[in-house]
């Protein structure tokens, strides 16, 4: 069972940045997708980030330019950087992982990831 463990929530500034980690343990796959959703309250859970363990990624429009995700896979780390962080990027950040299947890319689909973390809380201040 693949547990994932979020980190690096926390207070800042608007035009402030962060950097959001999540620890993937005994992830054995060769090939696997880990994303970046967030849920505010009151709104749906959206995607933000994707990463195929390829190296590619891709980006929901509204953090284009401003977040980037990278996986270490030394570390078993997935990671967010964010910068120039909105009011509107407050939320509780989850990340998520699964199998690439083979041919496959990664989605932004939340039903397709199989593992979840607890999620951490970013917070942003006008």
């Known amino acids: 069972q693949v547990q994932l463990v979020e980190s690096g929530g926390g207070s800042v500034q608007a035009g402030g940045s962060l950097r959001l980690s999540c620890v993937a343990s005994?992830?054995?796959?060769?090939?696997?997708?880990m994303a970046w959703f967030r849920q505010a309250p009151g709104k749906e859970r959206e995607a933000v980030a994707v990463?195929?363990?390829?190296?590619?990624?891709s980006y929901a429009d509204s953090v284009q330019g401003r977040f980037f995700t990278w996986i270490d896979n030394h570390k078993n780390t997935l990671y967010l950087q964010m910068y120039t962080l909105k009011s509107e990027d407050a939320s509780m950040y989850y990340c998520?992982?699964?199998?690439?299947?083979?041919?496959?890319?990664?989605?932004?689909?939340?039903?397709?990831?199989?593992?979840w973390g607890q999620g951490t809380q970013v917070t942003v201040s006008s």
């Open positions: 998520a992982a699964s199998r690439r299947i083979p041919g496959s890319g990664c989605t932004n689909q939340e039903g397709d990831y199989d593992y």
């Open positions: 990463a195929d363990s390829d190296g590619s990624t």
């Open positions: 005994e992830y054995t796959y060769v090939s696997y997708c």
